[in-house]
Structures are given as structure tokens and as C-alpha cells.
């Protein structure tokens, strides 16, 4: 079936180190992915996303990396600042031509400690 | 500012009594969804829309009802609430469905007593 699974349910880093947080997913098919931060109190707010025709994608401190052989994506955070703590969902699209849902993954609690 | 919002951000409400949660977006986007977020179930697809007049049912459409009469709103009705609905909703947009990013409202705490 379908699933979206996270590694770790919580994350903890001292402020200013690289956080990696990793995702596995089960759909070969899904040929979209997009991470996602959640604050508390906040609906989920876009990072970054990548199609499956790329094994790397890059933003502002952030990088996403696709491997599709085993099915894992991961985020890389660099100089993690306190503002980064958060839960971070992975999601995939699943199969294209689907009902247009994103598939999310269970959460991982990045706690940056000062 | 291009958003989504949401109304009401928090209800209390008692089972049976129909409530409505509305969306609205201004960012012209085609497709719009509502998901529903529980702890370890994560987010759930509830209902869906391509365009206006056009709705479908996600993973868990069961006690919501949708309509979308214009492009911008997208409401979340419950006919007869029952506890099973106390969660946390969000409305989502996105310029079309697929492959895109989709942009998330700021949720709605529903409590069904």
C-alpha cells in the first residue's frame, strides 16, 4: 500500500550543525516529492520539492536528495538556526494521474538546541 | 499577500449539530483539498476539487459533505458531527493538480463533544 515513513520521530541538533532528516517511501510510482515544515499552531509550509527526474535539488540552506534505487529521500539543513525547530513532513504525489493528494509521511521533531 | 484562510480557527461544537469550515484562497489556483491531521495517522486527504463544480472524495470522505461554487472557496461541511471528527483541518491550493506545490491554510481545531 501506500506510505510515506520517516526515520526518526525526533531529531536533536546544536545550533549551527548540518540536521539530516531522512524519509522512505514505498510508491515507485509517485514521481513527486515535496518537503514540508510544520510550526506549532501553523498548517505545513512548503521547503523544497523534487521530481523524480533529479537526484538533488538545492535551495537556501536546504538541499533535497531522491534515491530512487532504494527509495529514500532526505532534507540536509545547513548552520541549523533555532528557527528550523519544527516537525518536518515528507509527502509524495503516488501514482501520477492520482486524485491530485499528497501522501505524507509521519513527522520528524527537529529540536535545535542553543 | 497570496494565501489560504480558514474560518473558524478553533470550534467547540456537540454531536449532530452541522457545522461548516470555510476556505478561501486568492491566488486563482484550480485545484483545492482538505485534509484532516491526526496523531500517527499523520494528513488525510477528506475531499478534493479540480475546478469549480468539480469534486471528488479523497481517503476518508465519510460525515463531509464539500461544494465549490466559486473558484476561490472550497467549505468543509458536517452534516451531523460525531467525536470521530475532532482533529485538526486544513484547506490546501495549488495552481493544478499534480506536480506542484500545494499551499496549506493555518488550520482549524474542531472539537466534537
Known amino acids: 500500500g501506500e506510505s510515506v515513513g520517516l526515520h526518526l520521530p525526533t531529531l536533536s541538533v546544536q545550533e549551527g550543525d548540518n540536521s539530516i532528516i531522512n524519509c522512505a517511501y514505498s510508491?515507485?510510482?509517485?514521481?513527486?516529492f515535496i518537503w514540508y515544515k510544520q510550526e506549532s499552531g501553523k498548517g505545513p509550509q512548503f521547503i523544497i520539492d523534487?521530481?523524480?527526474?533529479?537526484d538533488k535539488r538545492q535551495g537556501q540552506r536546504v538541499t533535497v536528495l531522491l534515491n530512487k534505487t532504494v527509495k529514500h529521500l532526505s532534507l540536509q539543513i545547513a548552520a541549523t538556526q533555532p528557527g528550523d525547530s519544527a516537525v518536518y513532513f515528507c509527502?509524495?504525489?503516488?501514482?501520477?494521474?492520482?486524485?491530485?493528494?499528497?501522501?505524507f509521511g509521519q513527522g520528524t521533531t527537529l529540536q535545535v538546541k542553543p | 499577500e497570496a494565501q489560504v484562510t480558514q474560518n473558524p480557527r478553533y470550534l467547540i461544537t456537540v454531536t449532530g449539530k452541522k457545522l461548516t469550515v470555510t476556505c478561501s484562497q486568492n491566488?486563482?489556483?484550480?485545484?483545492m483539498s482538505w485534509y484532516r491531521q491526526d496523531p500517527g495517522l499523520g494528513l488525510r486527504q477528506i475531499y478534493y476539487?479540480?475546478?469549480?463544480?468539480?469534486?471528488d472524495k479523497g481517503d476518508v470522505p465519510e460525515g463531509y459533505k464539500v461544494s465549490r461554487k466559486e473558484k476561490r472557496n472550497f467549505p468543509l461541511i458536517l452534516e451531523s458531527p460525531s467525536p470521530n471528527q475532532t482533529s485538526l483541518y486544513f484547506c490546501?491550493?495549488?495552481?493544478?493538480?499534480?506536480?506542484?506545490?500545494?499551499?496549506f491554510g493555518p488550520g482549524t481545531r474542531l472539537t466534537v463533544l
Open positions: 523534487i521530481r523524480s527526474n533529479m
Open positions: 510508491n515507485s510510482a509517485s514521481d513527486y
Open positions: 490546501a491550493s495549488s495552481l493544478q493538480r499534480g506536480r506542484v506545490e500545494q499551499f
Open positions: 509527502a509524495e504525489n503516488g501514482s501520477p494521474g492520482n486524485t491530485g493528494k499528497l501522501i
Open positions: 491566488m486563482n489556483h484550480e485545484y
Open positions: 476539487s479540480m475546478n469549480v463544480e468539480v469534486t
